[in-house]
């Protein structure tokens, strides 16, 4: 079966609820046990663009933007569809969308993550610092 990226529909909240807290508590351990309450997920994209990704029914990733900056707020994949392409796809369908380049931040102690960004395309700008550690500020034109 393919994955389709759609436009996120109300019906997929529940599912998108417990796909960022799995995805955060698999892979922000440094961060400690993220909080799992219903309105995180809804707090953390308010007023963002969300697409999500799905094989059948299942939801297996999503990405979040603020339209307002091209600025790509959230990128999630479960675990067992990682490194097959869907966050490419998810990036490349944002891409399609917007005019000028994405950015994002990414904490330098998500190591996988860092080198998927630098593996396709997109190119470090500038460096901070968060409450959640070091960041690398990443542009994709």
């Given at each position: 079966?393919?994955?389709?990226?759609?436009?996120f529909e109300e019906?997929?909240?529940p599912e998108l609820?417990?796909?960022?807290?799995?995805?955060?508590?698999?892979?922000?351990?440094?961060?400690?046990?993220?909080?799992?309450?219903?309105?995180?997920?809804?707090?953390?994209?308010?007023?963002?663009?969300?697409?999500?990704?799905?094989?059948?029914?299942?939801?297996?990733?999503?990405?979040?933007?603020?339209?307002?900056?091209?600025?790509?707020?959230?990128?999630?994949?479960?675990?067992?569809?990682?490194?097959?392409?869907?966050?490419?796809?998810?990036?490349?369908?944002?891409?399609?969308?917007?005019?000028?380049?994405?950015?994002?931040?990414?904490?330098?102690?998500?190591?996988?993550?860092?080198?998927?960004?630098?593996?396709?395309?997109?190119?470090?700008?500038?460096?901070?610092?968060?409450?959640?550690?070091?960041?690398?500020?990443?542009?994709?034109?």
């Open positions: 079966m393919e994955f389709e990226i759609s436009d019906r997929d909240r609820r417990n796909l960022y807290h799995n995805v955060k508590r698999d892979t922000f351990r440094w961060m400690g046990v993220p909080d799992n309450n219903e309105d995180t997920f809804d707090r953390d994209t308010k007023g963002e663009e969300i697409l999500v990704i799905k094989k059948g029914d299942e939801i297996a990733g999503f990405v979040s933007v603020w339209l307002p900056d091209n600025f790509i707020h959230h990128l999630y994949v479960l675990k067992q569809y990682q490194r097959m392409g869907l966050g490419k796809n998810l990036v490349n369908a944002v891409r399609a969308r917007l005019k000028g380049p994405l950015s994002l931040k990414c904490i330098e102690e998500n190591v996988s993550a860092v080198k998927f960004y630098e593996s396709t395309g997109w190119k470090a700008k500038s460096k901070g610092i968060s409450d959640h550690g070091m960041y690398i500020v990443f542009e994709l034109k």
